[in-house]
């Protein structure tokens, strides 16, 4: 019995060897007429990156245009993910780092004045230059270089700040899972199975007047994602040899997703109270429960 396993392990090995070399020597695949030595897969295009609250902020920035109320001038400051949660294996963060950016593009769906604040280090190079004289303007300046003009930079009247600050992985969780098969040890077996798991994120935003440092906004929201997984699997003796089948599908709402549709939740009430204009009918449109 050695003998054989002996003999076993060193075909599998050969085999081996000879599989890597095989690879090493391959010869390199050729460059098609398109420049590419493999064309990628997928050609699902790109889309709008939309959440249920979108309409919602298109909705009070049109609202607001019509009645002619003007937007106060808007900065983002840093919204971070405060939770800590790490992605298991990963070594890194499990939620989106990006939450100013989330805020910009849905305070712009609003229709506000925004002005950069999130990252100014090509403009404060750029004021380097031509504190130097180093940089032309492309208006065409008499002086042939860009001047420096006090005020040329316009100052906001609001920032928007805060930082994602839960989550929270099992609130809830359901699974089952039947089984049928004879009770002989070597009978076929016949399972399937299913579970359901429920966890959210929150955030906690305010808005702070620029000129004052006073806190005239705040909101702290969460959204709960729903999980789910099906599976079933079988097995059966055919003789001397086992037969073992099993398949399975899973989904996750997208956490980030999730993140945005708070950001653009909370953007909808803050810019509803700056404009002067209840948020509730907008927020209605969309089928959103907190809409009085």
Same mark, same amino acid.
């Given at each position: 019995m050695t003998r054989i396993s002996n003999i076993t392990r060193s075909a599998l090995c050969a085999a081996l060897l000879s599989t890597v070399a095989a690879c090493a020597s391959s010869p390199e695949p050729a460059v098609g007429p398109t420049g590419l030595y493999a064309r990628p897969i997928g050609s699902a295009p790109a889309t709008s990156n939309a959440t249920p609250y979108s309409r919602a902020l298109f909705c009070i920035g049109e609202q607001a245009r019509r009645t002619g109320r003007p937007s106060p001038v808007i900065a983002v400051g840093r919204i971070s993910d405060y939770t800590g949660k790490q992605e298991e294996g990963m070594g890194g963060p499990k939620l989106?780092?990006?939450? =100013? $950016?989330?805020?910009?593009?849905? $305070?712009?769906?609003?229709?506000?004045?925004?002005?950069?604040?999130?990252?100014?280090?090509? @403009?404060?190079?750029?004021?380097?230059?031509?504190?130097?004289?180093?940089?032309?303007?492309?208006?065409? /300046? @008499?002086?042939?270089?860009? @001047?420096?003009?006090?005020?040329q930079y316009l100052g906001s009247d609001y920032v928007l700040t805060g930082g994602i600050t839960e989550l929270n992985y099992n609130i809830?969780?359901?699974?089952?899972?039947?089984?049928?098969?004879?009770?002989?040890?070597?009978?076929?077996?016949?399972?399937?199975?299913?579970? /359901?798991?429920?966890?959210n994120v929150g955030i906690d935003l305010r808005l702070v007047d620029t000129r004052t440092m006073r806190v005239v906004d705040v909101v702290s929201?969460?959204?709960?994602? $729903?999980?789910?997984?099906?599976?079933? *699997?079988?097995? =059966?003796?055919?003789? /001397?040899?086992?037969?073992?089948?099993?398949?399975? =599908?899973?989904? $996750?709402?997208?956490?980030?997703? *999730?993140v945005r549709s708070l950001i653009e939740r909370a953007t909808v009430e803050f810019m509803g109270n700056l404009y002067g204009l209840s948020p509730d009918p907008c927020l209605a449109m969309v089928n959103d429960p907190l809409a009085t």
């Open positions: 989106t780092q990006g939450g =100013s $950016l989330m805020a910009i593009s849905a $305070l712009a769906k609003a229709g506000a004045d925004i002005v950069e604040r999130f990252d100014t280090s090509v @403009p404060e190079m750029e004021l380097r230059f031509a504190n130097n004289k180093l940089i032309g303007d492309a208006a065409g /300046s @008499p002086s042939g270089y860009r @001047p420096i003009r006090q005020g809830r969780s359901t699974a089952a899972e039947a089984g049928v098969g004879g009770a002989d040890a070597k009978s076929g077996r016949l399972v399937i199975g299913g579970k /359901s798991y429920v966890m929201y969460q959204k709960q994602i $729903l999980g789910r997984e099906v599976g079933g *699997g079988g097995f =059966s003796f055919l003789g /001397s040899n086992v037969i073992d089948i099993s398949a399975g =599908s899973g989904e $996750l709402e997208p956490l980030q997703l *999730g």
